[in-house]
């Protein structure tokens, strides 16, 4: 069985700060990487970063500056680090673990969170 659980969501004013967690457990095989989505109502889901499991980061270029992914190995979970937050941040974001080959995030069907809402407004 295989558990991704988002968490650190809420409501903050423009240009503030929000970190959130994504923990990974169980059996999960064939991947490389991990990443963070976003879907705003009325929109498309969209790729906001990934990090696989050399290290390398990549962003959205809506989030680049402001936005920072990174790992904790020994807990098995993955951050965002969002500065600089902007109303049109405003979303449900999810963590999903995946494959990095050639310039591509490849989502794993079966390995999503649950989502967090992420809030930005004054």
């Known amino acids: 069985q295989v558990q991704v659980v988002e968490s650190g969501g809420g409501l903050v004013q423009p240009g503030g700060s929000l970190r959130l967690s994504c923990a990974a457990s169980?059996?999960?095989?064939?991947?490389?990487?991990m990443g963070w989505y976003r879907q705003a109502p009325g929109k498309e889901r969209e790729l906001v970063a990934t990090?696989?499991?050399?290290?390398?980061?990549h962003y959205a270029d809506s989030v680049k500056g402001r936005f920072t992914i990174s790992r904790d190995n020994a807990k098995n979970t993955v951050y965002l680090q969002m500065n600089s937050l902007k109303p049109e941040d405003t979303a449900v974001y999810y963590c999903?673990?995946?494959?990095?080959?050639?310039?591509?995030?490849?989502?794993?069907?079966?390995?999503w969170g649950q989502g967090t809402q992420v809030t930005v407004s004054s």
């Open positions: 999903n673990v995946g494959s990095y080959y050639s310039g591509t995030y490849y989502a794993g069907l079966r390995y």
């Open positions: 990090i696989t499991d050399g290290g390398s980061t």
């Open positions: 169980g059996s999960i095989f064939n991947t490389n990487a």
